[in-house]
Structures are given as C-alpha cells and as structure tokens.
C-alpha cells in the first residue's frame, strides 16, 4: 500500500531554515509528481510546491518563491522540500502529496500525515 512518510518538522526561529522529508514507499515513486501542501491554524490548506516525476520541473506557490526548493531523489524514493529564511506566516502542518501521474496537472490521491513546522522566537 502506498505511504507517505514526513520528517523534518520542528520549531525554529525566523530567518532560520529547516529540511522537509517525505519517505514513500507503497509505488514506483519515479512515474509519478509529488507535491508539499500546507495548512495553518484557522486557514484552508495550500499547495506549496509542486515536482513532476523527472524532477526537471517544479512550481512554487508566490509566497514562497526563492526561498523554497522542492527536490527528489528517485533512488531513495524521497522527496524534499528545503525551506530557508523562514518567516513566521510559514507556521503550518506540511503534507507530503502523490499525484496520480508524472505532471502537475493529475490529482493529489495520497496523503501523508503531516509535520508541524512552527517558525518562531
């Protein structure tokens, strides 16, 4: 069965940086687009970055651009998304997504848990 398994969360100040892990497991990880989403208290969830199946193309919502980078390592079947010069309106639990194809442009149909990032003095 499919998994999808977060790391990488935690506390840390603003302007600090944290890397995101998303382990899965379950699929051949290397045809299909993963994705980060994230959900902070009181808001709808976001789509955050998103990586085709190659790893030659990656989107970033505005908020985040040139301070994210989304990865993925086709051997290890691991995704990655570096966050650097963190603010405090980064706080949010960050999902881990599948993709039902190689683009963008499949739906999400698997989700991780989640992991808290809380960005904060």
């Known amino acids: 069965q499919v998994q999808l398994v977060e790391s990488g969360g935690g506390l840390v100040q603003p302007g600090g940086s944290l890397r995101l892990s998303c382990a899965a497991s379950?699929?051949?990880?290397?045809?299909?687009?993963m994705s980060w989403y994230r959900q902070a208290p009181g808001k709808e969830r976001e789509l955050v970055a998103h990586?085709?199946?190659?790893?030659?193309?990656?989107r970033y919502v505005d908020s985040v651009k040139g301070r994210f980078t989304i990865s993925r390592d086709n051997y290890k079947n691991t995704v990655y998304l570096q966050m650097n010069s963190l603010k405090p309106e980064d706080t949010a639990v960050y999902f881990c997504?599948?993709?039902?194809?190689?683009?963008?442009?499949?739906?999400?149909?698997?989700w991780g848990q989640g992991t808290q990032v809380t960005v904060s003095s």
């Open positions: 997504t599948k993709r039902g194809g190689g683009s963008y442009y499949d739906d999400v149909d698997y």
């Open positions: 379950g699929f051949t990880f290397s045809s299909y687009a």
């Open positions: 990586i085709t199946s190659t790893g030659l193309s990656k």
